[in-house]
């Protein structure tokens, strides 16, 4: 057995509380006290073996990382024969900060899905998260790897788990356009309107980044077009502004609201109008869509002006005489 599956506390000996667990020294990771009172008392010996206990700590468990992330079946079978700790995490420095991950989650980000179904029959806890929330399913969805998603997905990994910012897998797959990834959490069942922190949808975010053939998913799994941010912002409005025609279109003939606007009263024709997108302006007036104000008392055809949109301001005023052509 590893040096490091320890089951008491190094302190006193003793073994966590019920309900408790035995909690790490989060320098080194490698000793574990019952409390905080433990932990603050053998501070002072441990602080001078704690460096060298977290380097070991390390080297004991990087084969098996290693292993993982390139796929190496025969190695990672062989490592686990010899008692490698199937869920042994350490800490590895990514883009933002130092992350806590297990050989799974590893495999996970990698693509290993051949890896990653050896380590889940030796037992790997398949919904471990790092420190961020993050699983190895979300990772998997987030780098785009179908196979170790649905991997994770037949193992019963909990599809709708959530990260910090309330992120899940199919969330980010939404984000990231990954149209395959995305069919196996739907097929799944998974909650196609769970929104982020801030209010984004998966609708929301794929509306945001053009991705049509994910709209088109989600609209068909029977997601919510006009779900709103915080803001009140809507797929719709989001579409207007940025100019993003084919999923415009998309939201108008699932019956996207026309009229709903922000909290300032701003709706998807006004913003068209100050933006000066044309195209998209004509295709809300047919839809429906009011030449009201906003909150402040600007129409649609005031931001037009003011902006110097003359073939917006033109199309408005074609309307407004009932030229439709």
Same mark, same amino acid.
């Given at each position: 057995?590893?040096?490091?599956?320890?089951?008491?506390?190094?302190?006193?000996?003793?073994?966590?509380?019920?309900?408790?667990?035995?909690?790490?020294?989060?320098?080194?990771?490698?000793?574990?006290?019952?409390?905080?009172?433990?932990?603050?008392?053998?501070?002072?010996?441990?602080?001078?073996?704690?460096?060298?206990?977290?380097?070991?700590?390390?080297?004991?468990?990087?084969?098996?990382?290693?292993?993982?992330?390139?796929?190496?079946?025969?190695?990672?079978?062989?490592?686990?024969?010899?008692?490698?700790?199937?869920?042994?995490?350490?800490?590895?420095?990514?883009?933002?900060?130092?992350?806590?991950?297990?050989?799974?989650?590893?495999?996970?980000?990698?693509?290993?899905?051949?890896?990653?179904?050896?380590?889940?029959?030796?037992?790997?806890?398949?919904?471990?998260?790092?420190?961020?929330?993050?699983?190895?399913?979300?990772?998997?969805?987030?780098?785009?790897?179908?196979?170790?998603?649905?991997?994770?997905?037949?193992?019963?990994?909990?599809?709708?788990?959530?990260?910090?910012?309330?992120?899940?897998?199919?969330?980010?797959?939404?984000?990231?356009?990954?149209?395959?990834?995305?069919?196996?959490?739907?097929?799944?069942?998974?909650?196609?309107?769970?929104?982020?922190?801030?209010?984004?949808?998966?609708?929301?975010?794929?509306?945001?980044?053009?991705?049509?053939? /994910? &709209? #088109?998913?989600?609209?068909? !799994? %029977?997601? @919510?077009? =006009?779900?709103? *941010?915080?803001?009140?912002?809507? +797929?719709? $409005?989001?579409?207007?502004?940025?100019?993003?025609?084919? /999923? &415009? #279109?998309?939201?108008?003939? !699932? %019956?996207? @609201?026309? =009229?709903?606007? *922000?909290?300032?009263?701003?709706? +998807?024709? $006004?913003?068209?109008?100050?933006?000066?997108?044309?195209? /998209? &302006?004509?295709?809300?007036?047919? !839809? %429906?869509?009011?030449?009201?104000?906003?909150?402040?008392?600007?129409?649609?055809?005031?931001?037009?002006?003011?902006?110097?949109?003359?073939?917006? /301001?033109?199309?408005?005023?074609?309307?407004?005489?009932?030229?439709?052509?």
């Amino acid at each position: 057995m590893s040096s490091f599956q320890q089951k008491t506390c190094v302190k006193c000996g003793l073994h966590p509380a019920a309900g408790t667990q035995l909690r790490r020294c989060g320098s080194c990771l490698a000793v574990k006290y019952c409390s905080s009172a433990c932990q603050t008392e053998d501070w002072a010996s441990h602080r001078l073996v704690c460096k060298n206990a977290g380097a070991a700590r390390t080297k004991e468990l990087m084969p098996l990382m290693l292993a993982a992330k390139n796929g190496d079946v025969a190695t990672v079978k062989k490592l686990l024969k010899a008692g490698a700790k199937v869920d042994g995490d350490t800490i590895i420095d990514d883009h933002e900060a130092s992350i806590l991950i297990t050989p799974l989650y590893m495999a996970a980000a990698a693509g290993e899905a051949a890896v990653m179904a050896v380590l889940l029959e030796a037992g790997a806890k398949m919904n471990r998260t790092t420190a961020r929330g993050s699983t190895p399913l979300f990772i998997a969805a987030q780098e785009g790897h179908t196979a170790a998603v649905s991997v994770l997905v037949e193992a019963g990994a909990d599809i709708d788990i959530v990260t910090d910012k309330l992120g899940t897998p199919l969330l980010i797959a939404a984000r990231r356009g990954h149209e395959a990834v995305l069919a196996v959490p739907i097929k799944a069942g998974a909650d196609v309107n769970h929104t982020t922190d801030d209010g984004c949808s998966p609708v929301f975010l794929a509306v945001h980044d053009d991705h049509r053939a /994910v &709209l #088109a998913m989600l609209v068909k !799994a %029977g997601a @919510d077009i =006009n779900q709103t *941010r915080d803001n009140g912002c809507t +797929p719709l $409005f989001m579409a207007a502004q940025e100019n993003h025609k084919t /999923v &415009l #279109a998309t939201l108008l003939k !699932a %019956g996207a @609201d026309v =009229n709903s606007g *922000r909290d300032n009263g701003c709706t +998807p024709l $006004f913003i068209a109008a100050a933006r000066g997108h044309e195209e /998209v &302006l004509v295709a809300l007036l047919k !839809a %429906g869509a009011l030449m009201t104000a906003t909150d402040d008392g600007r129409t649609p055809l005031m931001a037009a002006t003011n902006r110097g949109h003359t073939s917006v /301001v033109a199309a408005l005023r074609r309307w407004t005489a009932g030229i439709r052509s």
